[in-house]
């Protein structure tokens, strides 16, 4: 069993306990008049003195898994989805079980467990302590943008999900929450976030808790950007499911959403003792296993194939490494970046995947030393967590132009997805920035083409959501398989040599929620396997 990490600073945990103290304050007022007068603390802290404002926060911090201080971002995201989705790879197979396809069910099931407390649980609190409140207008709008997000999140990994019922154990006294269909769940999703986005008014409330837009010129505008692109990716899950409210929503939100990348949904970390405020990417890579995860001969052999000018960004070589060692020697050229193969380990009796053994010229024979890792651009404390941004909404419409011919021109909305998604790498800094030329560049040199537009538009997708693992899986799932990727076929892996496509249930819903568990399970064919599919990733 993977320890949880849920220290939450101080400050946010006492709000957040406040929060449920003054939820359990109003459920008490059910009891008879005068014994609640008896029992009157003068002290206490009911719902009016709880600032929501503050709660916001946690939730936006929530979504990148900064609570949870580790278990899911190292075990679930890295260990697992990243390697999935080839963005990664090792020769670890202990928590690196994702490029091997191994059934580690404890560390799949970590970002189920972690989210319902670190996630779920604050923002339906959040929700519920500004609903009909006047004063709490924008706010709660934003609380059921966020609420919407997590909840996405979380159902496209596993599927069907508590929902309705889930963070309602305050409230209606329901701890065993019932699984939902990720049918009615999206249609839900959809209407949320369509409503709540509308309902936002620029003459109401201007949350100061909110840490993607509260220092923009104009924090309402940006936030009805935020909510329509987070409505068209959302719309987009139903591609091949439900084409028909795809390209309803598609519609509704066209010149409606991020108009550049001064719109991106940026979350920034800083560098404190907080560990809440932490990129937990980079807390957990650096601190658990520096020396285990490398990025995938698959990322990084298309970027030097293209000249992709990420790519002396994102990768680098780093001589002489060991876990917390300062400072690193790196060598950030282009040709001197090498993938990591996904499916192998080092030495072993079987030559197949044992790395050494067919390591050629090309590839380093000194173990994982000569292998690319991600360079500290993207992995520091205080890097930036890219959780919605302008390029991607920019290839969703190429997409949708492109499958059925709305939204706008397919190569006009690829060009600007392609260079806003190289451009965006801004955000993590001076040594981050590749100029709108060197990107204009990269795009000429491949331009769009109509008869392959799909795998282009989703290869530039598969490279823009580097870092963003969760998001860049369910985008290859619901696109086709785009762009394709090789399956390995290690020994011993539980997907028959096959991508997963879903994440397992935690084994403890067995035990604590054994009959809603039982009947989540009933409806996946297949059982619960990575190999079973969520709904809207039919064949």
Known sequence: MYKHYKDISMKFKTIYLFASAAFITIAAGSCKKELTQANTNPDQITASQVNPNLLLTTVQLAYTGAPTEGGSVWVTKWGGVAGFIQHVASTNTGFYYGDKYLNNIFAMGETFQDNYTSAV??????????????????????????????????????????????????????????????????????????????????????????????????????????????????????????????????????????????????????????????????????????????????????????????????????????AGAFPRVADTKPADQIGLPPGYIIGGLNPAINLDSVAKDSLPKQGLGGYSRISDNLLSISAPSLILTYAETELLFADAAQRWGIGGDAAAHYKAGVIAAIT?????????????????????????????????????????????????????????DLPHLTPTDYPGN??????????????????????????????????????????????
């Open 424 to 480: 965006q790498l801004s955000a993590y800094g001076p040594n981050a920035t590749i100029s709108t030329a060197a990107a204009t560049t990269y795009f000429n040199a491949q331009p769009y083409n109509p008869s392959t537009g799909l795998s282009q538009i989703n290869m530039q997708y598969w490279l823009c959501a580097l870092m963003d693992e969760y998001e860049s899986w369910a985008n290859w799932r619901r696109s086709g």
């Open 121 to 322: 649980q604050p923002a339906v609190e959040l929700y519920q302590l500004t609903a009909n409140k006047a004063q709490y207008r924008n706010l709660h709008q934003m609380a059921r943008i966020m609420k919407a997000m997590i909840f996405e999140q979380l159902t496209d990994l596993y599927g069907d999900i508590p929902y309705f019922q889930a963070g309602l154990g305050y409230y209606d006294r329901i701890y065993t929450p019932v699984y939902d269909k990720q049918q009615v769940i999206y249609a839900d999703l959809l209407k949320e976030v369509s409503q709540a986005t509308d309902s936002l008014a620029e003459n109401a409330d201007k949350p100061t808790g909110d840490i993607l837009y509260s220092q923009t010129a104009d924090q309402i505008a940006e936030w009805k950007m935020f909510g329509n692109s987070l409505l068209l990716r959302m719309a987009m899950r139903l591609t091949k499911v439900d084409a028909t409210t795809a390209q309803k929503y598609v519609t509704q939100v066209i010149g409606k959403t991020m108009q550049s990348n001064n719109d991106n949904a940026i979350i920034q970390h800083v560098l404190s003792a907080n560990s809440l405020t932490s990129n937990q990417d980079a807390a957990q890579i650096f601190s658990q296993d520096s020396t285990d995860v490398r990025l995938s001969s698959t990322i990084v052999s298309n970027m030097k194939k293209n000249n992709d000018p990420r790519l002396p960004v994102v990768a680098w070589v780093a001589y002489g490494l060991k």
């Open 494 to 539: 539980v997907s028959n040599g096959t991508i997963p496509r879903r994440l397992t249930y935690p084994p403890s819903e067995k035990v604590t929620n054994l009959a809603n568990y039982n009947a989540a399970v009933a409806g996946l064919t297949g059982g619960d396997k990575i190999t079973s599919r969520v709904w809207w990733d039919t064949q």
